[in-house]
């Protein structure tokens, strides 16, 4: 009679542990497949806040590129009021020059001309008076060189290692970085108009190389506007001349 009761007990201890390996692999399945979610979750919530970070970023972008390109937008109706407001050409291009450099945050600017194979530094902003007057080779201004040849805007962020620029004449200037337009009539490069960064690299977003653009613009069209006024008054001068010539020759022979 022991036997039986053996035997028993030993079948129902084995039925207990295979029940309890049957829930713990129950368990561990469930443990697995929740980590399995949580680290799904995890994820989809990583990615959640990164596309929200970026769109954040995206919109702060584009606030700013609004309010930049309305500061642009008043400057160029400052620079045309101010251009509305004097007949004194000289005014007119220093005006513009420091009212563009200003609004870019630029720390300089100037105006170089192209005259007889020469840059003739013109105008100035904050760049050294002693500078007005300087003449230039295309070997030693090969950025402007460059410039005209292209007709098209230049920016260099580093003087100190940019190929398009002399080095030494940079670092002479004491220029770190530069935006540089060219002024054009009838296909012909007259000048550049540039902006610059002396105690810095400094870089030019977009809003900034389109303004710039629109500045030389506005040069361009006084310097023609002026060209066309002195034309006009030179060809006055001829005809008045032309109609006082006969009583001119005739008071003449009676001296």
Known sequence: TGAPIDAVYVNFYGLDVTKRKHTEIELRRARDELEERVEKRTIELKESNAQLERDIAERKRAEKQIIEAKEL??????????????????????????????????????????????????????????????????????????????????????????????KEFMKSMGIRSFLAVPLIIKEMVIGVLAFYYLSTTGGFSENETDFAGKVASFVIETWESTAEEVEQRLEDLCVTFEKEKPYLIERWEEI
């Open 73 to 166: 937008s008043d400057a160029l109706n400052r620079i045309d009021t101010s251009i509305s407001s004097t007949l004194d050409f000289d005014e007119i291009i220093q005006r513009a020059i420091t009212e563009a450099a200003q609004t870019i945050g630029c720390e300089s600017g100037s105006l170089i001309l192209r005259e007889e194979g020469f840059w003739l530094i013109k105008y100035v902003y904050k760049l050294g008076e002693s500078k007005i007057g300087t003449r230039l080779s295309d070997e030693r201004a090969k950025h402007l060189a460059l410039v005209a040849k292209t007709k098209e805007i230049l920016v260099v962020n580093d003087c100190r290692v940019d190929p398009r620029v002399d």
